[in-house]
């Protein structure tokens, strides 16, 4: 429940732009990722496209989250505000319930002529991720792809989960959804990246960002990662980029 730590602002399509420009603007969060990148020099990661994104950019090595778990830090993130302005220290009540009228930054851009969507976790999910600051929906679909259980791709695991889920729910009412696992802390299926959650979310992402462009207006889209945020599920070839024994 912790939140990302790397974020990426890319601007696409220009390589300079004056302040009269309004250039497209992609933003990539990512859940519980701490700087062990190679472009921090971590001996141990493979992480091409985000090195490569670092070394086009600007890469900060002084920044720090406000808050140790996904609401609030990721409230403070998106509104400028610290966790003692906003109210928000835990996950269990939204930032529209503290600060109805506060600005967050897709809000931001809806002023200056934007129009704003987002694809998978960039507030914290209970918020229905913040509806207020999207202009518009992603896409609703890709042709060939079918949304994933969320979670696991293997049917023994997903089914694993809700047998646990079950479980919990008997024995501990509604306040078993906060955040209680309910299924194998890892999974390392042999399926392509669409069958996980965030395979999926980059496909209508992708698709998203295509239609926004059509448009006449610029366009801010919001991209969240879940993982590296437990539980630990990914396609097997990514995990075959590690040699266990090493690490």
Known sequence: MKLYLAIALVVLGVTRCDASEKPNVLFIAVDD?????????SPIAVSPHLDALANDGLLFNRAYCQQAICRPSR???MTGARPETTGLFHNYVSLRELQPNIVTLPQHFIANGYETAYCGKIFHP????EENSWSRNPVKSVKGLDQPVPGYALPENIKLRNENMKEMLAKYGE????????????ESADV???AYDDGYNTQIAIATMKEMAKGD???FLGMGFKRPHLNWTAPKKYWDLYDRDAI
Do not use: N, Q
């Open 33 to 41: 990722l701490r700087p062990e990148l190679g472009c921090y020099g």
């Open 192 to 194: 392509p990246d669409a």
């Open 75 to 77: 409230a403070s993130l």
């Open 126 to 129: 209970g918020d229905t991720d």
């Open 217 to 219: 207006k610029p366009f």
């Open 175 to 186: 306040t078993a959804r906060r955040g209680l696992g309910s299924g194998p802390a890892y």
